[in-house]
């Protein structure tokens, strides 16, 4: 089955950095787009990056994240820069479905999800 293992959530002041890893199985992952989302305590999740053979970035990350993968390890990771309090969520990975809208941004358009692993920026 479809398994997706993160790692690289943590607590961190502002301005510092994070690097957040999924290592992905049980599909052919260069065949999919693969991304993150994130879900601040008591609002509804929304989406942060994608990543295909282009990047695609949430206005509210763009400049500060940076997506990327390596096809031989089935891993996405994402880079961040110049965290903000307002960054603290839980962070999800997602598989893109076979089937999927023409909008990345749509959560009902990713077909498997991460447990979710936590970033606590502080002021």
């Known amino acids: 089955q479809v398994q997706l293992v993160e790692s690289g959530g943590g607590l961190v002041q502002a301005g510092g950095s994070l690097r957040l890893s999924c290592v992905a199985s049980?599909?052919?992952?260069?065949?999919?787009?693969i991304g993150w989302f994130r879900q601040p305590p008591g609002k509804e999740r929304e989406f942060v990056a994608v990543?295909?053979?282009?990047?695609y970035y949430a206005d509210s990350v763009k400049g500060r994240f940076t997506i990327s993968r390596d096809n031989a390890k089935n891993t996405v990771t994402l880079q961040m820069n110049d965290l903000k309090p307002e960054d603290t969520a839980v962070y999800f990975c997602?598989?893109?479905?076979?089937?999927?809208?023409?909008?990345?941004?749509?959560?009902?358009?990713?077909?498997?999800w991460g447990q979710g692993t936590q970033v606590t920026v502080s002021s």
């Open positions: 997602a598989v893109r479905g076979t089937v999927a809208s023409a909008n990345y941004q749509d959560r009902n358009s990713y077909e498997y």
């Open positions: 049980g599909y052919t992952f260069s065949s999919r787009a």
């Open positions: 990543i295909n053979w282009r990047s």
